[in-house]
C-alpha cells in the first residue's frame, strides 16, 4: 500500500512508462477493492446502534446528529435516544460546576416558588398528609411549597449548590444529596413521588425507575413531567428546539412510550394534564 500513500510518479520513474501504467492500474484495483470492503463490512462502531431501553429492539437507525453527539430513533416505540450515552460523570459535573446557583442564590426564586405553591394545590388530594419524595428538587421549592399545604415532603438532587440553597433557605424539611443506589438504601415509602423535568437528563433509566417502583407505597402516586417529542409545538426542524441540546438532554418520549416504561415497572397512568409548553405531565400509579 506504499503506492497508495505516496503516488505512483513518486515511486516509478516516468522513463518507464509502461511499467508506470500497469503499476498505477494495479494501485487502482488496490484501492477500489479496499473502499468495496470498508462499504460491505463496515466497522461495529459504525452499524452498532445499540438497543431501545424501552421495547429492547436494536432496530434503532440514526435520527440527528448533534455536535459529537448522535440521536437514534427505535422504529417500534419512536424512542428517541443518545447513543453512545455519555458518561454518568459528565452529566453530574454539569449540575456541579459553573452556574448561578450558590448556597444564597438560585436564579428566578421567587417564580420558582410560586410555580410550585400551584402545583402543590393541584397535587394536594394524591398525597395529602402523606409523605412526599422530590427527586430532582433543585432548590427545594417544590419541597417547601408541598409542606406548607400539610405533607411530609424531603428532596433529593446531585447538584450540591441546589441542595446547599435549599438547606439554607428551606430547613424544615431533609435535602439529600445522593445518587439513586444510596438513597435507596434508606428504604424510605412515600405516597407519592414528584420528578419534574429530570427523567430526559438520566443516563441510568432502569435505575431511576426501579428506584420510583422501590421507593412508592402500593396504590401510591408519581407525578412526572418531561419533554414532548410529539408535540405539535416541536419546531419542524427538531435541531432549533430549546430543548434538544445534548448532552444535557440524552433521551425523548412521546405519550404512549411513556405509558409503556411505567407499565414495565408496575405502573399505570392514572390522568394527564396538559400545559402550554411542548411538554407531558402525568401521574401514574403503582399497582
Given at each position: 500500500m506504499i503506492l497508495s500513500r505516496v503516488g505512483c510518479n513518486d515511486v516509478l520513474c516516468k522513463k518507464n512508462m509502461p511499467v508506470l501504467k500497469a503499476a498505477c492500474a494495479i494501485v487502482k484495483i488496490v484501492l477500489r477493492g479496499s473502499m468495496v470492503s470498508e462499504v460491505a463490512n463496515p466497522s461495529p462502531g459504525h452499524t452498532e446502534g445499540g438497543i431501545c431501553p424501552i421495547c429492547k429492539s436494536s432496530d434503532v437507525p440514526k435520527f440527528r446528529a448533534v455536535g459529537d453527539y448522535q440521536y437514534r430513533k427505535c422504529r417500534q416505540c419512536a424512542f428517541v435516544f443518545l447513543h453512545p450515552m455519555p458518561n454518568e460523570s459528565v452529566l453530574e459535573s454539569m449540575y456541579n460546576t459553573g452556574g448561578r446557583i450558590t448556597g444564597d442564590n438560585y436564579p428566578k426564586a421567587k417564580s420558582r416558588f410560586h410555580r410550585g405553591l400551584r402545583t402543590a394545590i393541584q397535587l394536594y388530594r394524591f398525597a395529602w398528609?402523606?409523605?412526599?419524595l422530590d427527586?430532582?428538587?433543585?432548590?427545594?421549592f417544590q419541597v417547601e411549597a408541598f409542606r406548607l399545604l400539610g405533607m411530609r415532603p424531603c428532596g433529593l438532587d446531585i447538584g450540591a449548590n441546589s441542595i446547599a440553597y435549599a438547606r439554607?433557605?428551606?430547613?424544615?424539611?431533609?435535602?439529600?444529596r445522593e445518587s439513586f443506589q444510596e438513597f435507596s438504601k434508606r428504604k424510605l415509602k412515600f405516597k407519592m413521588v414528584y420528578s419534574s423535568e429530570v427523567i430526559e437528563h438520566l443516563v441510568d433509566l432502569?435505575?431511576?425507575m426501579r428506584l420510583l417502583?422501590?421507593?412508592?407505597?402500593?396504590?401510591?402516586?408519581?407525578?412526572?413531567t418531561t419533554p414532548n417529542i410529539d408535540s405539535?409545538?416541536?419546531?419542524?426542524?427538531?435541531?432549533?428546539?430549546?430543548?434538544?441540546?445534548?448532552p444535557r438532554h440524552v433521551q425523548?418520549?412521546?405519550?404512549?412510550?411513556?405509558?409503556?416504561?411505567?407499565?414495565?415497572?408496575?405502573?399505570?397512568?392514572k390522568r394527564r394534564l396538559y400545559g402550554p409548553k411542548a411538554g407531558l405531565r402525568f401521574i401514574f400509579r403503582k399497582q
Open positions: 398528609r402523606g409523605p412526599v427527586i430532582g428538587c433543585g432548590g427545594g439554607n433557605h428551606f430547613g424544615k424539611s431533609t435535602f439529600y432502569d435505575g431511576y417502583n422501590n421507593s412508592v407505597n402500593k396504590k401510591g402516586y408519581v407525578y412526572i405539535d409545538l416541536v419546531p419542524e426542524n427538531i435541531n432549533d428546539w430549546d430543548v434538544f441540546d445534548p425523548f418520549f412521546n405519550p404512549d412510550n411513556l405509558k409503556q416504561l411505567f407499565a414495565d415497572y408496575g405502573f399505570t397512568a
